[in-house]
């Protein structure tokens, strides 16, 4: 099979991946199948049917879903992903991960995700915004403060946030403009938000480097996929001191060992559309970036980058999951026999729900927190949490890192869950 096919096979079964590492732990933990049953099944999905028109005059339909995993903690939260290639099994296993995500972080929500299957770049813009407020008003009655709140994810961002608040509030007459988060500043919006997965990224990246390299500075780092997440990692981990020698995006990537300047390949994307028109450096396929030499690799593109075809092969001392999902069950048993860390997804990129969290009581309560004092609080949120899952990792002794993270997230679901009668 090649490599292609391989990639294929694999991103088709990102709930079959979640779902056998759910039991991995499950059995770890000593809980039973029955439990593990309801764990692995979301409390509801939504799919809806959504059409257009287009300047064509011609209607177009898409369908899209919205998966509410589990609310034993407190309201559905995730974002909504407009993608080619969504699925209804990825919607659920990313609200799945959502709810490990937020338990893990101790925040106030369960899990849930959304996604459209439409490939964003051949909609015009006026097409974009049909789109939106007909997926938000197929959804109302499921979306609220206190009930489900959706934020940016793949290919949406603070203007989609826009339309979705616009078209609730038109629909419902309620202002709530804590329904969803990622919002531009002038709708409640939250600055850091906008950056803050990819400093959570880098905070843990910092915190695992301390543990298995002695330290950030100088570390070699490769980061596959250099958009919202991948590009704010690269920009705080250059400040932190580490060395940026290999960044990626869907064309390709360039490697250059005597480091790459973030501020000169932003501008090099915002110029010709991919980061792999850097002028300087080795060009090399997202396969060959994947197994390339670093210290640190983050994959922070897509799911089930990292397999066990391509593991063994893999270079880096240290893993950091930007992206969801991008090593599969097969492979964190590769790295766990090499003795590579891999800092798990539901811990690495929680920066950016600790960010909508913040903008969400912000909503809440009145706009109590600036920007400084939510980037002093993600990052101190972030902190905590590795030292909580690392503490834990040493304790199970003959674990990973992501056993240990997950381990922790499915301990407060349950016992919240019994506590309410739900198990």
């Keep these: ?179 969803f988060t990622g919002k531009p500043i002038e709708l409640g919006g939250l600055p850091a938000r906008i950056y803050s997965t990819g400093l959570g990224v880098a905070t843990t990246a910092r915190l695992a480097a301390e543990k298995v390299l002695g330290g950030i500075e100088g570390a070699r780092v490769l980061i596959q996929g250099f958009g919202n997440v991948g590009s704010f990692t690269a920009k705080f981990l250059e400040e932190m001191g580490a060395k940026i020698v290999g960044i990626s995006d869907i064309k390709g990537g360039v490697i250059n060992y005597n480091g790459i300047d973030v501020k000169k390949a932003l501008e090099v994307k915002d110029n010709t559309g991919s980061v792999f028109n850097y002028p300087d450096g080795k060009k090399v396929t997202n396969e060959e970036f994947l197994v390339s030499d670093c210290d640190i690799l983050i994959p922070a593109a897509i799911e ?43 811990l690495a990129n929680a920066g950016g729900v600790v960010g909508s969290y913040v903008e969400w009581a912000n909503n809440k309560m009145g706009e109590i927190m600036d920007e400084e004092e939510a980037r002093k609080l993600i990052v101190s949120r972030m902190e905590r949490a590795f030292d909580y899952v690392y503490t834990k990792y040493n304790k199970l002794g003959d674990q990973d890192m992501r056993t240990a993270a997950m381990a922790m997230a499915i301990e407060r679901v349950v016992n919240a869950m019994k506590v309410r009668g739900k198990l």
């Design 304 to 346: 089930n980058v990292i397999h066990k075809f391509n593991a063994p092969k893999v270079k880096a001392k240290l893993i950091v999951e930007g992206a969801n999902g991008p090593l599969t069950a097969d492979a964190d048993v590769v790295m766990k026999d090499r003795g590579i860390m891999v800092v798990p997804d539901i």
């Design 1 to 179: 099979m090649n490599s292609s096919a391989v990639e294929e096979t694999l991103s088709s079964n990102l709930y079959v991946q979640q779902v056998k590492k759910l039991y991995n732990v499950g059995k770890i933990l000593g809980l039973n199948e029955d439990v593990l049953d309801t764990l692995a099944q979301p409390e509801r999905v939504i799919q809806v049917k959504i059409e257009i028109k287009g300047k064509d005059g011609q209607v177009r339909t898409f369908m899209g879903w919205r998966s509410q995993h589990n609310s034993a903690l407190g309201p559905y939260k995730g974002g909504v992903r407009y993608h080619p290639n969504v699925t209804q099994d990825e919607v659920v296993a990313l609200s799945m991960m959502m709810t490990w995500k937020n338990a893990l972080l101790l925040l106030p929500y369960g899990g849930g995700k959304g996604g459209i299957r439409v490939d964003p770049s051949k909609l015009t813009q006026d097409e974009l915004e049909q789109l939106s407020r007909r997926y938000v008003g197929a959804l109302y009655k499921y979306i609220g403060s206190d009930i489900d709140i959706p934020a940016p994810d793949v290919n949406t961002n603070p203007q989609t946030m826009a339309w979705y608040v616009d078209e609730y509030i038109k629909i419902t007459g309620r202002a709530d403009y804590a329904a």
